[in-house]
């Protein structure tokens, strides 16, 4: 069974810095399209970032200098660190997995992240 945990949220001062982790169990990490997500309080949850299997990045506009995704096939994770994070950045940050063979997608359980002063 896939299972995919997230950690690294918390509460952070606008401009300040925090490190996502999501670690992927029970499947070859190698093979997944990794990607964050995140949902605010009454919206949508949208895409973030994501990182495909061969290491191409790409990121939605509003996070592009600021955010990087990454990944360690070694250790079955991949990273979010995000910088320069601004009150907007607030929402509960997820974890997307995707079987580029099989296109089976897995979530994570979530991770909340507030900017706050």
């Known amino acids: 069974q896939v299972h995919l945990e997230e950690s690294g949220g918390g509460l952070a001062q606008p401009g300040g810095s925090l490190r996502l982790s999501c670690v992927v169990s029970?499947?070859?990490?190698?093979?997944?399209?990794m990607s964050w997500y995140r949902q605010a309080p009454g919206k949508q949850r949208d895409l973030v970032a994501a990182?495909?299997?061969?290491?191409?990045?790409n990121y939605v506009d509003s996070v592009k200098g600021r955010f990087t995704i990454s990944r360690d096939n070694a250790k079955n994770t991949v990273y979010l660190q995000m910088n320069s994070l601004k009150p907007e950045d607030t929402a509960v940050y997820y974890c997307?997995?995707?079987?580029?063979?099989?296109?089976?997608?897995?979530w994570g359980q979530g991770t909340q992240v507030t900017v706050s002063s």
């Open positions: 997307k997995g995707r079987n580029e063979y099989s296109n089976y997608i897995y």
């Open positions: 029970g499947s070859i990490f190698s093979v997944y399209t």
């Open positions: 990182v495909t299997s061969g290491g191409s990045a």
